[in-house]
C-alpha cells in the first residue's frame, strides 16, 4: 500500500471503471463518499445519499460519468456543495467543450479542476494500471498527483484545461484508424493466401507495427491474448470506440482541423454498431466484417 495524506475525497459514477478506481483509493487508506444514481457503493466505499452529499467537505471530487451532458448536470449541482479550494477531477471521457464550461463554472466558485480522462479499460481500472492525461492548473495536478499514483502508473500533465481530453481523443483517433487498417490488411492477406502467422511475425517486427497489431492482434490465435481469442468480447466495445471517434470529430470541427482519416472510421464503427453487428463486440471484432466483404459491399 502507498503511502499519501490522507484525503477525502467524494467519488460520483461508480460504474466499470469508476466503482474499482474508488475502491483502489479507500483500500490506500483514503475516505471515500461515494455515489452513483444507479449502483450502490460496495465496501470500503462510504455511501453517500446524493452527488452533492458526496461533494460536502472533500479535498478532492472526483467524476467517472458516461458523457459531457451528464458531468455538466452533475457540476451544476456538486459545486455549489464543494468546499473553496478543493478540486474537482472528472476523469470521465467528455467533449473539449463541456471540460471547458465545467472548468469555467468551477473556477468561479473558486476550485481547482482537472480533466483526466484514461486509457487502460477496466482491467487498468481493477489493477490500478491506468494511464491518466491531464489538463489544468499545476496546483490541481499536484493535489490529485498521489491519487493518480494509486489509480494507475502513469499520469501526463499535458496542459492547461481541455488539454486531457484533446489527448485522449487524438489518441483514440489513432487507435481506431490504426485498428482498422490492421484488420482490413489481414482481411487482404487471406485473400492473397498469405498465412496470419507470418503476417503477425513480419508486421509486428516491421514498420507496420503499431498497438493494435502487437499488443491486441485482432485475429484470433495469433499474437498476445486478445479479445479476439474470446469471441470478441470486450475488452473495449466497438461502441465506446465509436463515441471517442464522435468526440474527435467534434473537436475537429470545432477547430477547423481536417481529418479525413478519422471521419472515415467514425464513418465505418457508425456503420458497424448501428446498422451491422457490432454493437456490444469489441472493436477489433472489425476482422470478421472485413472477412466477409468483397470492394462492393
Ligand atoms: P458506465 O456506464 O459503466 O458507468 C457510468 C456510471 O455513471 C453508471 O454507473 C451510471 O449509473 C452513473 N451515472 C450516470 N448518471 C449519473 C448521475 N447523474 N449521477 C451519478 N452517477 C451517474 O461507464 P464506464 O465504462 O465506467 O465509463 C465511464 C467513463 O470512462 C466514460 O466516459 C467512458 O467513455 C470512459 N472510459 C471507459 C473505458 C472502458 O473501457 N469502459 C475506458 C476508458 C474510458
Known sequence: ?????????????????????????????????????????????????????????????ITMLPNGQILRSVAAEIIPAMQRGAVLCDCSTVDVESALAVA???????????????????????????????????????????LFEIMGQKAVHCGAAGAGQSAKICNNMILGATMIV??????????????????????????????????????????????????????????????????????AASVDADTPVGALATQLYDRFVTEEDGAGRDFSAMLPRFETRGRNG
Open 182 to 251: 490492421t484488420c482490413e490488411a489481414f482481411a487482404l492477406a487471406d485473400k492473397l493466401g498469405l498465412d496470419r502467422q507470418k503476417m503477425f511475425d513480419v508486421v509486428s517486427t516491421s514498420s507496420g507495427y503499431s498497438w493494435s497489431m502487437n499488443a491486441y492482434c485482432p485475429a484470433p490465435g495469433v499474437g498476445p491474448q486478445s479479445p479476439a481469442d474470446n469471441d470478441y468480447k470486450p475488452g473495449f466495445a466497438a461502441d465506446l470506440m465509436l463515441k471517442d471517434l464522435k468526440l474527435a470529430q467534434q473537436a
Open 104 to 146: 469555467d463554472d468551477a473556477k468561479k466558485a473558486g476550485l481547482g479542476t482537472l480533466d483526466a480522462p484514461v486509457s487502460g479499460g477496466i482491467a487498468g481500472a481493477s489493477g490500478g494500471t491506468l494511464t491518466f492525461m491531464v489538463g489544468g492548473g499545476d496546483e490541481a495536478f499536484a493535489t490529485v498527483k498521489p
Open 1 to 61: 500500500m502507498r503511502r499519501s495524506r490522507q484525503m477525502k475525497i467524494g467519488f460520483i459514477g461508480l460504474g466499470n471503471m469508476g466503482m474499482p478506481m474508488a475502491i483502489n483509493l479507500a483500500k490506500a487508506g483514503h475516505e471515500v463518499q461515494a455515489f452513483d444514481v444507479a449502483n450502490k457503493a460496495e465496501a470500503p466505499l462510504i455511501a453517500a445519499d446524493s452527488a452533492a452529499q458526496a461533494a460536502e467537505g472533500a479535498d478532492v471530487v
